[in-house]
């Protein structure tokens, strides 16, 4: 979809590029290691999934953000803002509303 709407692969690389694959890197990451944390939540284990999600999210899924986002750039794949910075913001702007701490990590994506 994003191939025929995105005609100029402003939001995705063409196909066959290594910049394409990266995107897609960060966009199955958001999407496996973020999302599911979010969306998968029980009444009965609710409590124990959220403190989960804030403890994974200041740890080792947010060091991974930050290494994303490595030598000062603004987005993903460095001056220009993609698909990847979608799904990391939507991803991202869950934990800042149960942990006000996470806006100084999504402040690091630049829009």
Not at 93 to 106: I, N, T
Request: one cysteine or more; hydrophobic letters at 45%; aromatic letters at 10%.
């Amino acid at each position: 979809l994003m191939d025929r709407l995105d005609t100029k692969h402003e939001l995705l690389p063409a196909i066959g590029t290594p910049e394409r694959y990266k995107v897609l890197e960060v966009v199955q990451f958001a999407t496996t290691g973020l999302y599911p944390m979010l969306d998968f939540k029980p009444e009965a284990y609710r409590p124990a999934l959220e403190a989960f999600a804030r403890e994974q999210a200041n740890g080792p899924l947010l060091a991974h953000v930050e290494y994303l986002l490595r030598d000062g750039r603004s987005f993903v794949m460095g001056d220009r803002f993609t698909l990847a910075d979608c799904f990391l913001i939507f991803n991202l702007l869950a934990f800042v509303e149960s942990d006000p701490p996470m806006m100084a990590h999504l402040s690091l994506i630049h829009i």
